[in-house]
């Protein structure tokens, strides 16, 4: 079956610092691709939705300059979490869509991102 | 608004059946999907629903009825690996997900 590779599975950050994942389809071309956050105990927040070549677009309260979105080929997705504060700690999700299958996607392993 | 319902917390025995309830109220349907969600991992996907009726896969099945706005999960000879959050999401009229806040099953010997 498709796999989505997400990069790296967990890091510690100091507060300030930017961390960039990565999501990849490894065996099928994604044109779109969807960043979820998930708090503890809570549901998958839809971030955005990242389109290969285009602007991302964000959910309402996503900060944009905040996560950055980058979609530059067909298989690669990256968000970066700039200037990280300790409430962006935070397990984040990535999803890529293949436009063959009626199933939303296929998640990536998901990193958990802690900030000191 | 949109909104997915589905209990917080369901405890079962290993070996037994357990089923899970999931309502909805979305803008539109465009499908109902099951995934499970290991703690700390990623959700994989369980069953995907369009029509009504029941769609069977092996241990799993799925049931759908749109009038209603209602789906359940159930599962046969519960292992104690099926312990885990199961979650139900809608796509909506946009084709974007909606997600419900899952239920964590609890499996017990």
């Known amino acids: 079956g498709a796999v989505v590779s997400q990069h790296p599975s967990r890091v510690i950050c100091k507060s300030g610092t930017s961390v960039k994942i990565e999501c990849r389809s490894l065996?099928?071309?994604?044109?779109?691709m969807f960043w979820y956050r998930q708090f503890p105990k809570q549901s998958l927040m839809l971030m955005a939705t990242s389109n290969e070549g285009s602007k991302a677009t964000y959910e309402q309260g996503v900060e944009k300059d905040k996560f950055l979105i980058n979609h530059a080929s067909l298989t690669l997705s990256t968000l970066t979490v700039t200037s990280a504060h300790p409430e962006d700690s935070s397990f984040y999700i990535c999803s890529a869509r293949n436009e063959d299958s009626n199933t939303e996607a296929f998640f990536g392993q998901g990193t958990r991102l802690t900030v000191v | 608004g949109q909104n997915i319902d589905q209990p917080t917390e369901m405890t079962a025995t290993e070996g037994a059946i357990v089923q899970i309830n999931c309502t909805y109220q979305t803008s539109g349907f465009n499908g109902l999907f099951w995934y499970q969600q290991h703690a700390g991992e990623a959700p994989t996907f369980l069953s995907y629903?369009?029509l009504d009726g029941l769609e069977e896969k092996g241990r799993f099945s799925s049931f759908l009825s749109r009038s209603k706005g209602y789906s359940y999960l159930l599962l046969k000879e519960l292992q104690m690996k099926d312990s885990a959050s199961y979650l139900c999401a809608v796509k909506d009229s946009n084709y974007q997900l909606i997600w419900g806040a899952g239920t964590k099953l609890i499996i017990k010997p």
């Open positions: 629903n369009v």
């Open positions: 065996d099928f071309q994604a044109t779109t």
